[in-house]
């Protein structure tokens, strides 16, 4: 008999502002009863909501039940700075943007089918047009080392044929009222959206064909006659198949010990100000041309508008934060901010948080079977929106047996090495975190 047992619910630190901002109407509803059903599914943010759409669409004779352990878009999905990203920008070991023109050809193909079902989930679910934009985004330098970074950049988006745009010093005033940026590298194919109205929309579609409850968490999975039995705090939940989507928090249940970092990345939204407060475009997002520098984003909130600043990371396996680690953070992030806006100097953070981000040292999902009718898709590699919706749908594609057989790129992936002591993980991460801020100077 197996027997997983979680061993740290998740817990949130700071005011997550999307909650606030334009939020959608959205009913949560407790599991208080023992139900009966053919496939659970745990988490409900892009992996599991991306999973839960495609078994209505593959087995829509199958009962299909969700639960999250907190509110849905309370956790990882709902502090996402919201932004869908189609082309490669992690910088690789050899210092180049990627490896490889064909491996930045087959993370594109990728990318965008990952933008296609979400559009697809968007539009049948009835997410709002201002809460799913495709607008582009900038990779934005205020360095010479950065330009340095954005010019290596546009040669290989010249060299894959895709569509950019170089904006000088003034183009960048125009769009975001500020002279702090040199210069730009503008990129069309982004999906800038609201993280909480998003799932939030499609959970509440989701209700009318599969059940699905908040603040309802896993405590522990039993297997019985050939089934599994979950325990949540008021009722249990039997089923014959479960698929884990929740990003980190699969370490919880005992798997993949040892093999996952867990970071922390910070961000801020200040209060709201009016048009002639700040200049420029309505709604923007700028993505730093130095990867560990600041991420900015511009948001249209009624007759008024807001600003979000996110970065810094910092490692703890533990997967919590205190009060205090996130006062510092925000000390850090007004600074960026003042430095970006020094016209808004006087305007106030209305919300701070530290949102959680699952890696692995080859930067592979844990992805696949855990243990007959157990299986994981989780691990999204500071990339929410884009891997955790492609791992939803691979999985169900994968044990659907799909006609679709994109997934056989996350089932023929290499496994998560095995990493050093917790310890040595923590300590060794937020070394290499520190060295490569002090190195972005300006654009941190």
């Not at 990627?98 to 990728?110: A, G, M, R, Y």
């Not at 569509?163 to 183009?171: E, K, P």
């Not at 490692?315 to 806006?341: A, D, G, T, V, Y």
Request: proline share 3%; charged share 20%.
């Amino acid at each position: 008999m197996s027997s997983y047992t979680s061993n740290n619910n998740p817990v949130e630190t700071g005011q997550n502002a999307w909650l606030s901002i334009n939020s959608f109407a959205y009913k949560s509803r407790v599991l208080e009863q023992n139900i009966n059903c053919d496939w659970l599914v745990l988490g409900g943010g892009f992996a599991g909501l991306s999973a839960a759409y495609r078994l209505q669409q593959l087995r829509p004779k199958d009962k299909v039940v969700l639960i999250d352990a907190l509110k849905i878009g309370e956790g990882s999905a709902g502090q996402n700075s919201g932004f869908m990203i189609d082309l490669p920008h992690n910088i690789s070991a050899s210092g180049n943007y990627t490896d490889s023109l064909e491996k930045d050809k087959k993370t594109i193909e990728l990318h965008r089918h990952a933008m296609r079902f979400a559009k697809e989930i968007a539009e049948e679910c009835n997410v709002a047009n201002e809460d799913f934009l495709q607008i582009g985004k900038i990779n934005g330098a205020a360095t010479e080392s950065s330009i340095v970074w954005n010019d290596q950049y546009q040669k290989q988006l010249k060299d894959l044929k895709e569509d950019h745009q170089v904006f000088d010093q003034q183009a960048m005033k125009e769009l975001t009222g500020s002279d702090f940026y040199q210069s730009g590298l503008f990129t069309p194919g982004t999906v800038l959206f609201h993280p909480s109205n998003y799932v939030r929309t499609i959970a509440t579609k989701l209700r009318e064909s599969c059940e699905i409850f908040d603040n309802t968490p896993a405590l522990s999975i039993n297997s019985q006659n050939n089934s599994w039995l979950v325990q949540t705090p008021k009722a249990s939940i039997s089923s014959a198949n479960i698929i884990f989507a929740i990003n980190g928090h699969i370490q919880n249940f005992g798997f993949y010990k040892n093999r996952l970092i867990h970071l922390f990345t910070f961000a801020a939204v200040t209060q709201k100000f009016s048009k002639e407060e700040l200049s420029g475009q309505d709604q923007w997002g700028i993505t730093p041309a130095n990867p560990v520098g600041t991420t900015v984003r511009k948001i249209k909130d009624g007759d008024g508008f807001r600003l979000l600043v996110r970065n810094q990371w910092q490692c703890h396996q533990s997967m919590q934060i205190n009060q205090s680690i996130l006062e510092s953070k925000k000390k850090q992030l007004r600074q960026s901010f003042e430095i970006r806006f020094p016209m808004l100097k006087d305007l106030p953070f209305e919300f701070t948080w530290g949102g959680k981000v699952c890696l692995t040292m080859n930067n592979v999902p844990a992805f696949g079977e855990l243990d007959q009718g157990l299986y994981s898709a989780c691990c999204s590699n500071g990339l929410g929106s884009i891997n955790g919706t492609l791992a939803g749908k691979f999985i169900v594609d994968k044990l659907c047996q799909s006609n679709d057989q994109t997934y056989l790129s996350f089932e023929n992936a290499q496994k998560p090495t095995l990493l050093p002591p917790n310890f040595l993980t923590q300590m060794g991460a937020n070394i290499n975190i520190k060295t490569k801020e002090w190195r972005a100077g300006r654009e941190l």
